[in-house]
């Protein structure tokens, strides 16, 4: 029998999760024709086609997704007994891969993720600030917070939850002075607003009550945006009322700069997630960060307990 070369098992996985040799070669940095030939001896070694490939198409065969199955339980073994050795070391260390929304890295997690670096020098943090969805495992990003406010499609990655979190609306003092205190949703009819987003370009505030009524108003927003900092900076100017995550505005709320608009309403609840591809074979870096976000996170900005 041939010897095995772990190599092979390796790039085949790559190529298989980033679906075609091309994009493999550039995740791995080296040359695709050197990929090529791993995953040609592998085949060649195994009597088998694993991969249809022409210079149109990519598809792996029913025996290639057999074969990757195994492989990539390999692959994270070894990972796994890497890992199981640095957890005996006195210091973190590696690259951990950390996607999220730009409000989140804004006001969630940044005084989080600095603490653990200083607690961790030797960790390398790359962190993708993105409002879309990514890929985790074509992307090479090992865990992804995302908010939600329906429960998340069934897959393969692992779905954990850090924090519930209200959304509440907020205005100036000035602004409020001006065009007077909201006392019921109908006088939101009369007043601008800020929309979360840049489409549509027209908006609603869904409101919820103590009681459980619900109502929606709409609005035209002056001023539409994918970022919540300018959102909220746009409502302490003045500009209008704004929906945003409740954490985000606390320090606005202490210095005076924002007041809440109708404390007995909640403009939506929505959660955050954190995903990840697999439980096995994280290094002890990736799973120390993870733990700090399960564990502290939603002290920080989740709702108070009922």
């Not at 509440?168 to 006088?187: E, K, N, Q, V």
């Not at 929606?216 to 002056?222: A, E, N, R």
């Not at 302490?236 to 404390?263: E, F």
């Not at 990840?276 to 996170?297: E, I, W, Y």
Request: glycine share 6%; hydrophobic share 40%.
């Amino acid at each position: 029998m041939a010897m095995i070369d772990l190599n092979d098992y390796f790039y085949f996985v790559h190529v298989v999760e980033k679906r075609g040799f091309s994009p493999a070669a550039r995740a791995l940095d080296m040359p695709k024709s050197r990929l090529s030939r791993h995953v040609s001896q592998l085949e060649e070694r195994l009597d088998t086609r694993l991969i249809q490939r022409t210079s149109r198409q990519f598809e792996v065969t029913e025996a290639g997704r057999l074969f990757y199955q195994h492989a990539r339980a390999l692959i994270e073994d070894m990972e796994a007994a890497e890992a199981a050795i640095q957890t005996r070391k006195a210091s973190l260390s590696g690259r951990v891969a950390l996607s999220c929304s730009v409000g989140v890295a804004q006001f969630a997690i940044k005084d989080l993720v600095l603490e653990f670096l200083t607690k961790h020098p030797k960790v390398n943090l790359v962190q993708q600030v993105t409002n879309e969805s990514i890929d985790l495992v074509s992307s090479g990003i090992d865990m992804a917070i995302r908010g939600h406010l329906e429960a998340l499609p069934d897959s393969s990655l692992i779905q954990r939850h850090l924090a519930h979190v209200s959304w509440h609306l907020f205005a100036s003092p000035d602004y409020l002075a001006r065009t007077g205190m909201p006392g019921s949703p109908d006088d939101l009819l009369k007043r601008q607003g800020l929309k979360l987003g840049w489409q549509p370009l027209t908006g609603h505030w869904r409101l919820e009550n103590t009681d459980g009524l619900t109502t929606t108003v709409p609005f035209s927003p002056q001023l539409c945006s994918d970022d919540m900092s300018t959102l909220k900076q746009a409502a302490a100017k003045g500009l209008g009322i704004v929906s945003l995550p409740a954490y985000t505005c606390r320090d606005a709320l202490d210095d005076g700069s924002l007041q809440r608009v109708l404390p007995g309403w909640i403009a939506g609840k929505t959660q955050l997630s954190l995903l990840t591809p697999s439980r096995r074979g994280q290094s002890p870096a990736v799973r120390a960060l993870a733990d700090d976000l399960l564990n502290h996170l939603h002290a920080r900005i989740g709702d108070p307990p009922a």
